[in-house]
């Protein structure tokens, strides 16, 4: 049976769905104004697995994860580039996306944006003034918080004791200073940018919060199975979810198990604009690096916990996957039957423990040892094709022996290059040592100096 820990409860639960003919979950998408990072990655591999892991054990499964394309930070990126809500949103969803399959995350079922869901919006808000848990004011609408007597439930938080003007904004139209807004008014910059709509409140947009409790409740209606996000949404926004959903539905627990994924920090610093430390998918694809690292470098701690991301990270998956790629170099893996190859039965429990994907990979790593062990050829071809199966189930070795070897140039140049820059790194050249590997990146090739003076690539 499938384990995880609800956030909600404090505990891991075994997981016992509404429904076990068909799972529903729900997971805070990106806020489409820049290219993704690799916290965005984080959240979204992380859901990826057990999207694949509740069908596998469930069968049907619908996975929501929405694209925010009203916020301010976009309506500041356009005001800042001197471009359309539209072309901004547009171009970084299509950026997100293909980042996304570059890491192998399958598409989930359905990805709508708040743009999209204006009406289900403001009918949502409609069902919390007419139950007296929001109220207007100064042509804004407000959800109250001392309306709901259980907010607080999910981050811990109590409403007196709320910092106020930290996490939540201070207004003087708010009864309670931490009452949120769900539409406020257009300004200037929204009727320049065209970024409002017709509402019983006048012209105006929606807050954040308001946007996924709508999206959720459109496809996957007032109750569903899981919702999943970072941590950092832990609070306000989940908790705010929770209160307006549960208020606008009497009688709904609205998700019935909260997941939330830990922080990732770089060099052990959190990443941020100010600090120039945001690591992009986008850059770390560029510079040559599969994607197929980068999923499994962000594999390397269990998903609850702070994920450090170093230099050091990217080498070590890459040569785990060369390793793991090394033992299909005399496999034809586009034979394997995976219908009738099943996924290792200690990986598939590691993950019903909570998604313990670390544990995942040390059965894998098991499974390699004992590959390379066996001489029985039959046997070996059998637990070769259950590593792949298993191995595929978490998206990686998802490209044969050649296509992973292969970088579209020639071998023999790169090893010439390489051992140049050995020998110009000896001689204590360094300007010629970089240049080198300037022309390697300008080739799509990343190159690793190891701790014991060897070089991969």
């Given at each position: 049976m499938v384990k995880l820990?609800?956030?909600?409860?404090?505990?891991?639960?075994?997981f016992t769905p509404i429904d076990k003919g068909h799972i529903k979950m729900y997971v805070c998408g990106p806020t489409v104004y820049d290219t993704a990072h690799i916290g965005n990655a984080r959240s979204a591999i992380v859901y990826d697995v057990l999207f694949q892991l509740l069908k596998f054990h469930y069968g049907k499964v619908t996975y929501v994860r929405n694209i925010t394309d009203i916020d301010d930070k976009i309506i500041n990126a356009a005001s800042e580039k001197n471009s359309s809500i539209e072309s901004i949103t547009t171009h970084y969803t299509k950026a997100f996306?293909?980042?996304?399959?570059?890491?192998?995350?399958?598409?989930?079922?359905?990805?709508?944006?708040?743009?999209?869901?204006?009406?289900?919006?403001?009918?949502l808000i409609e069902h919390l003034l007419i139950s007296n848990h929001a109220y207007e004011s100064d042509k804004h609408v407000y959800f109250s918080i001392e309306s709901y007597p259980e907010y607080g439930a999910l981050s811990?938080?109590?409403i007196d004791e709320l910092d106020h003007g930290s996490r939540v904004k201070v207004g003087k139209n708010k009864k309670h200073p931490g009452d949120f807004v769900l539409w406020k008014p257009a300004n200037d910059i929204d009727y320049k940018l065209s970024s409002h709509w017709n509402s019983p409140w006048g012209k105006g947009r929606p807050g954040w919060h308001i946007e996924c409790s709508a999206m959720a409740y459109a496809?996957?209606?007032?109750?569903?199975?899981?919702?999943?996000?970072?941590?950092?949404?832990?609070?306000?926004?989940?908790?705010?979810?929770?209160?307006?959903?549960?208020?606008?539905?009497?009688?709904?627990?609205?998700?019935?198990?909260?997941?939330?994924?830990?922080?990732?920090t770089v060099n052990e610093e959190k990443m941020s604009k100010s600090l120039f430390n945001i690591v992009k998918v986008r850059d770390l694809l560029d510079s040559g690096i599969k994607g197929e690292v980068i999923r499994h470098a962000l594999f390397k701690t269990h998903y609850r916990k702070p994920l450090y991301w170093t230099r050091d990270i990217i080498w070590e998956s890459q040569e785990t996957l060369n390793k793991f790629y090394r033992l299909l170099r005399s496999v034809d893996i586009a034979s394997i039957d995976e219908s009738n190859?099943?996924?290792?039965k200690d990986f598939i429990e590691a993950l019903k423990n909570d998604l313990n994907i670390p544990e995942a990979l040390v059965i894998l790593h098991e499974m390699a040892t004992k590959i390379n062990k066996t001489n029985n050829e039959h046997k070996k071809l059998k637990l070769t094709e259950s590593f792949v199966k298993s191995a595929r189930f978490i998206g990686l070795l998802k490209s044969t022996y050649q296509e992973w070897f292969t970088v579209g140039v020639d071998h023999q140049e790169i090893e010439r290059l390489v051992n140049l820059r050995k020998a110009a790194k000896k001689n204590k050249d360094y300007d010629a040592a970089d240049k080198i590997r300037d022309q390697l990146k300008r080739m799509k090739v990343t190159i690793f100096d190891n701790e014991d003076g060897t070089t991969t690539w």
């Open positions: 820990y609800n956030t909600l409860t404090k505990k891991k639960e075994l996306r293909e980042d996304m399959k570059s890491l192998n995350c399958v598409e989930p079922t359905h990805e709508p944006k708040a743009t999209e869901n204006i009406d289900c919006i403001i009918r811990g938080k109590k496809y996957l209606g007032k109750d569903f199975d899981i919702h999943g996000g970072g941590i950092d949404l832990q609070f306000p926004h989940h908790e705010n979810e929770i209160a307006q959903s549960k208020s606008a539905f009497g009688g709904s627990m609205f998700a019935k198990y909260w997941v939330h994924n830990g922080f990732l190859t099943e996924v290792y």
